[in-house]
T-cell receptor, first 115, second 112 residues
Framework: DGGITQSPKYLFRKEGQNVTLSCEQN?????MYWYRQDPGQGLRLIYY???????QKGDIAEGYSVSREKKESFPLTVTSAQKNPTAFYLC??????????????FGPGTRLLVL | ELKVEQNPLFLSMQEGKNYTIYCNYS?????LYWYRQDPGKSLESLFV?????AVKQEGRLMASLDTKARLSTLHITAAVHDLSATYFC????????????FGAGTILRVKS
């Protein structure tokens, strides 16, 4: 089955700790995205990547870092500089071809909680 | 900067009734998306609207786009309980890439 997987489903972070959220897709999509969702709010873009070895900051990149070494993978690291990391993190991907409307498809999400 | 506003933010409706969710956006865009989110779950793509006057329908949901008014609507016909969810519209910016700006979402509760 083609799709997007995220792990873990729940993640607990201690103060001062860096944690990494995994996102993998087997849809052969070029573009991948990370969003943050706070309770009762819409999604805000953290980082996105349109091609391997390239990525750009979104609207709320401070305190986060990413890498895109493989087409299938786009891990997100929440660093200790992110002072309020508790949120639902969603990874998405899109094909980048205009015929599909470039719809972004979302993974199941990771819920990050601070201890 | 592109801003996206949805209204209402919360909608409680009886089964069998019709209602419309509105999505306004502030600057020119070339496509608009509607997503559904169930509590604690991820987002599911419903519709993508690519041109002025576009209309898409799936079951009891119908979405339309007026690019001149910068307005999209999601119309619910004869609501059923299974439609209870949060609905988001998202608008693609023309600034760079495929960046989407999301509305705050409309929480829909359909009462039996």
């Amino acid at each position: 089955d083609g799709g997007i997987t995220q792990s873990p489903k729940y993640l607990f972070r201690k103060e001062g700790q860096n944690v990494t959220l995994s996102c993998e897709q087997n849809l052969n999509h070029d573009a991948m995205y990370w969003y943050r969702q706070d309770p009762g709010q819409g999604l805000r873009l953290i980082y996105y990547s349109q091609i391997v070895n390239d990525f750009q900051k979104g609207d709320i990149a401070e305190g986060y870092s990413v890498s895109r070494e493989k087409k299938e993978s786009f891990p997100l690291t929440v660093t200790s500089a992110q002072k309020n990391p508790t949120a639902f993190y969603l990874c998405a991907s899109s094909s980048g071809t205009s015929g599909s409307g470039e719809t972004q498809y979302f993974g199941p999400g990771t819920r990050l909680l601070v201890l | 900067e592109l801003k996206v506003e949805q209204n209402p933010l919360f909608l409680s409706m009886q089964e069998g009734k019709n209602y419309t969710i509105y999505c306004n956006y502030s600057t020119t865009s070339d496509r608009l998306y509607w997503y559904r989110q169930d509590p604690g779950k991820s987002l599911e793509s419903l519709f993508v609207l690519l041109s002025n006057g576009a209309v898409k329908q799936e079951g009891r949901l119908m979405a339309s786009l007026d690019t001149k008014a910068r307005l999209s609507t999601l119309h619910i016909t004869a609501a059923v309980h299974d439609l209870s969810a949060t609905y988001f519209c998202a608008v693609r910016t023309l600034e760079y890439g495929n960046k989407l700006v999301f509305g705050a979402g409309t929480i829909l509760r359909v009462k039996s």
